[in-house]
């Protein structure tokens, strides 16, 4: 059984078990069982129309975002042949880019679409499916060069999209070539080996023209609701012919795909970040994923059948580090998972038999303190089973620094789960609030 059908059989099964637990426990968990299947089971790619005239950099934003030469760029003509969702495709993933006619371009490009205009060309592609984000790129350079002309077709665009999709798509102003900004000479790429003052110039340049940018396009009614931020960037790298990369010259791009992170629906989100490789937001994701299925393991806990809980709390760890392990690059694999729990000595062995049945036992001769015990142990071996495999699978340790990470976050989130408990006199207030990150970070 492939992870996928593991994870949709369970889904099912863990939805007939919470009609004994009790209500608004059930209901609450119902809801983080959504969750983690739009997360693992209803991923897709990321979609992005991307808006802007000839040489603002689309291309080179799709190259940025991936770290490699995957769209063309075109640095004497424009090479966008018509308004196209695009899949750019990399060894980790795949992002969806509406790559259109360059706005206000100056010759046609080759090969180009029978479209009377850009936008033209462009609703075409819009009737196919609706876009998770509009990215309008503008030079640094450009923002006060016949940037009225861009507005207007911009408010097209969203205007074609709310008619064909009904519904208001976030919009972020990108600003790109902000590395040729003056001090010309001074890399926002490597500010270490830059002097402070001059440094700071350019940062305080880049800033002010967001702020330009940001006021025109709030003075724009009919995308003032929709705008969200303008952000400036560098998405400067340089190829050879033999396709290995000369120079990487990226500024803001991890911050970037951080605040568009914020934007995606939850079907987007794992396949963005996948792509990405920024640890930062691998971390983000591993820590939605563990704090929706700690939750989910306690809730499970607390139901009135025996041993019933043993099973799915199993299965859904497993699926846990397969969700992590995904999510830093490598394939959504049971036997991956499994192995990993043998490694660090999570679920298997004399020490676990004990465990499982300990908690089975609870319930049998004290079932009130049972359900207390049984979702305090399943919520924070979860916990510690989610805090070592993004330290495995994300930032590389080893399986003994795995293991020691497993076993301290284990007896914190243990104890503090306990703590937790003798200060509040509702379980069901409880097991609500149990997924607070902070709390259960491990000394």
């Known amino acids: 059984m492939t992870l996928r059908e593991e994870l949709v059989d369970k889904s099912v099964r863990l939805e007939e078990l919470l009609d004994r637990v009790p209500e608004p426990v059930a209901r609450e968990l119902r809801e983080k069982i959504a969750e983690l299947r739009e997360l693992l089971l209803e991923q897709r790619p990321p979609r992005f129309v991307l808006v802007g005239r000839r040489g603002a950099g689309k291309s080179s934003l799709v190259n940025a975002l991936f770290g490699r030469q995957v769209a063309e760029v075109g640095h004497e003509k424009a090479k966008t042949r018509r308004g196209t969702w695009w899949s750019y495709s990399g060894g980790l993933g795949t992002v969806e880019m509406l790559d259109t006619r360059g706005i206000q371009e100056g010759t046609v490009p080759e090969g180009a679409d029978g479209e009377l205009t850009p936008l033209d060309s462009i609703a075409r592609a819009l009737e196919e499916k609706g876009p998770d984000a509009v990215l309008f790129l503008i030079k640094a350079k450009e923002v006060d060069a016949a940037i009225e002309g861009d507005l207007d077709a911009l408010v097209e665009v969203c205007k074609r999209i709310r008619k064909m999709h ?26 270490e080996s830059e002097r402070a003052d001059d440094l700071e110039e350019k940062q305080q340049r880049v800033e002010r023209i967001e702020e330009h940018l940001e006021q025109k396009i709030r003075e724009r009614d009919e995308l003032a609701d929709q705008f969200v931020a303008a ?17 990487d010259e990226r500024w803001r791009i991890e911050e970037l795909v951080d605040f568009l992170l914020d934007e995606l629906p939850e079907q987007a989100r794992v396949e963005f970040v996948r792509l ?27 139901t009135p059948v025996p041993v019933a809980d043993i099973g799915p709390i199993t299965s859904l760890q497993t699926s846990l580090i397969s969700g992590i392990g995904y999510v830093s690059g490598r394939s959504m694999e049971l036997k991956t998972a499994t192995e990993f729990l043998g490694a660090i000595g999570a679920t298997v062995g004399a020490a676990v038999a004990l465990r499982e049945v300990a908690r089975a ?29 993004a330290a495995y699978f994300i930032d590389g340790v080893d399986v003994s620094k795995a293991k020691t990470i497993f076993e301290k976050t284990r007896k914190r989130a243990k104890s503090l789960y306990e703590t937790k408990k003798l200060e509040s006199d509702d379980d069901t207030e409880l097991l609500l609030s149990v997924d607070d990150d902070e709390d259960f970070s491990p000394d």
Do not use: M
């Open 166 to 191: 009904h519904y208001r798509v976030p919009l972020v102003a990108v600003v790109t070539h902000c590395d040729e900004l003056e001090p010309k000479n001074v890399r926002l790429h490597d500010p």
């Open 231 to 247: 952000h400036g960037i560098s998405a400067y790298q340089s190829w050879r012919r033999d396709g290995t990369r000369r120079a």
């Open 276 to 302: 990405s490789q920024v640890k930062a937001l691998q971390h983000r994701i591993s820590r939605r994923l563990t704090n929706i299925v700690a939750s989910l393991c306690a809730g499970v806990a607390v």
């Open 361 to 389: 036992l609870a319930k049998i001769f004290a079932p009130g303190l049972g359900s207390v015990v049984s979702a305090g142990v399943a919520f924070a071996g979860t916990k510690a089973i989610g805090h070592a495999a």
